[in-house]
Nanobody
């Protein structure tokens, strides 16, 4: 069983920045990503890697968020800049057992392993 541990969440004012980290106990595949879930809403794909480490972002974060990883440290990152109140949510990292072209890496059903989440709160 792969363990994922997120960190880096917190409370910031609108326009601020945060950097989330997710350490994995083992490497699984190139498909790995960040999701978020606000109260009363479904889990939403934010940013992910696909085959060939191609990056995929949901439209609302393009130009503001950047996903990256350090394979030696088995760590996934999410740099979040120009934060908005609507970015407030619990953020989760996730990895998949397998990865191939055509997988929807912004869909939660693609992923097999999940962290416990880290809270991000953005005030106006």
């Amino acid at each position: 069983q792969v363990q994922l541990l997120e960190s880096g969440g917190g409370s910031v004012q609108a326009g601020g920045s945060l950097r989330l980290s997710c350490v994995a106990s083992a490497y699984t595949s190139e498909c790995m990503g960040w999701f978020r879930q606000a109260p009363g809403k479904g889990r939403e794909g934010v940013a992910s890697f696909s085959v060939g480490l191609t990056t995929v972002y949901t439209d609302s974060v393009k130009g503001r968020f950047t996903i990256s990883h350090d394979s030696a440290k088995k760590t996934l990152y999410l740099q979040m800049n120009s934060l908005k109140p609507e970015d407030t949510a619990m953020y989760y990292c996730a990895t998949s057992r397998s990865c191939w072209v055509g997988r929807n890496v912004l869909s939660p059903v693609t992923f097999d392993y999940w962290g416990q989440g880290t809270q991000v709160t953005v005030s106006s």
